[in-house]
């Protein structure tokens, strides 16, 4: 298929991301079906106009009409739904997914799936502290990074039809990496800072530090509301990168702090400066 | 004095922060007056109003024509300009500072100080990773929470002096710590932070990460971009505090690296559910 007017897309699991695509596509003009166990979510969404189409339950002619679906589950349902539902996918379907590990689910779910239709996993990189698609909000795709990660069994077309999705969603800069190097990214840039961030958070049990903070506390403490569920799953599936960039922050940090104990402020300084360097990359 | 029309301020040192205490006084009706050895920040307080005087040197009259002086000068700075000019202070003049650290200074300055003027620390929880006058902008202080610390010595004339002068800058809640609670929680809120911010940007080398972060990475070193030379002499003269709760957090850090790594999942999942329910009381 290609992103043409008339394309049917299946989003399964309306959560945030899962609405936030929903969103962006039906006013884009395509049909779009959703499948969610939450009756409340699948109310929302009929409510607001967020989908054409919504269900709690997989029924085969609705999977079958899709020419495009796109999971937003987590990794181990995401896998279960595939063994359990692919034999109703319509022939020649294109398939993607919205979750945060690769490399331990890309290759199952392409090894199990049927020959007449491809998996192309790919990776938004936006996201809110909160969740389902009572928040959802496709402005958070504005500008963002997308992440395509092919493996050699993905064909060209597919490639550029992920592609195409992600320019249409409205990202900023869309980039390949493979499944692995994803993994290894993805445990420093997004795992690292959410540990940082439940590490700096479970520090003190003193309740009035509101009273006294600045913004630089509150800003590295935002993913410190972090879904445990969602979370830890991720942490689990990607532990070797996430716990090699763990143990390089450790020895970075540690080796701050015996500079300050030990008064060698000219190296401090120089540690400072190295960050301002590195930060200016950032700056939007 | 009392905060009336015709008080006369003197602010030395224009950088972000002097600079915004003068745009906010000015604009209240009060006669704004700068020292500041920039002259390219003396030009520009003065081509755009901030201040409706300013010079690069130290005027023996200008000092003495003040009823309150506000330092925004680094500690070590402050320490060295209150040794060499406080003569010319104006008989009952009230001083005040904006400095990070507490302790180490403000007994200190206190007891070298004239008996005829008082000095009441405070600090404003309030700023930005940018600096100068030239990025001076009250609106940082609105809400914002403003720290007073007296010591036994201080009346409690100058504590509602003090206490005013949050209040029409426009900053939120206005707490009393003791020098040394003010140290002891800047060193968790503030500087643990930054130590955090520089770590995390230091770990890696990788000038592509742009391409692919999400907001995580960007919320958490946002103050990444750090003034070496403040940043260092605010650890070192905190240094106590500061390393404790490195240490804490250190050990935090690597209690969480051990769930990960042993897959000890419901651990996990309970520090992730605490982390949640603390950083609720920091949503604004």
Redesign the interface.
């Known amino acids: 298929m290609e992103w043409i007017s008339n394309s049917r897309i299946l989003i399964v699991g309306l959560g945030l991301i899962g609405g936030s695509y929903a969103r962006a596509l039906k006013r884009l003009g395509y049909h779009v079906t959703a499948i969610e166990k939450r009756q409340s979510a699948v109310d929302y969404a009929l409510e607001h106009h967020i989908v054409n189409e919504a269900y709690t339950t997989v029924d085969p002619e609705i999977v079958g009409s899709a020419d495009a679906v796109i999971f937003g589950l987590y990794p181990e349902v995401f896998r279960q739904w595939i063994k359990d539902y692919q034999q109703y996918f319509k022939p020649g379907a294109m398939i993607t997914d919205v979750t945060g590990v690769k490399s331990c689910i890309v290759y199952d779910i392409q090894e199990m799936l049927r020959d007449d239709v491809e998996f192309i996993a790919s990776h938004p ?3 809110r502290e909160v969740y389902g698609v009572e928040n959802s909000d496709d402005a958070i795709f504005r500008g ?2 997308f ?1 395509i990660c092919p493996t050699e069994t993905n064909t060209p077309k597919s490639i550029r039809w992920i592609g195409s999705l992600g320019r249409i969603l409205g990202f900023g ?1 869309i ?1 390949v ?1 493979s499944p692995e190097e994803h993994d290894e ?2 445990g ?3 795992q ?14 003193n ?1 009035h ?21 969602m ?2 799953e991720l ?2 599936l990607n ?1 070797e990168p ?2 090699k ?6 020895e ?3 080796s ?2 015996d500079m ?2 030990d ?1 060698r ?1 000219e190296e ?9 360097e ?7």
Chains 1, 2 share one sequence.
């Open positions: 990189m936006a996201g963002a990074n992440i800069r980039s990496l990214m993805i420093y840039l997004s690292l800072t959410h540990c940082i961030a439940v590490a700096l958070m479970t520090c003190s049990d309740e530090l509101v009273d006294y903070t600045g913004d630089s506390f509150r800003d590295l403490t935002r993913i410190a509301n972090i879904n445990d569920l979370w830890s942490f689990m532990r996430l716990l960039y763990m143990n390089i922050f450790l970075e940090f540690a701050l702090r300050i104990r008064g402020v401090l300084r120089a540690k400072m400066r190295l960050s301002t590195r930060r200016a990359y950032f700056n939007k």
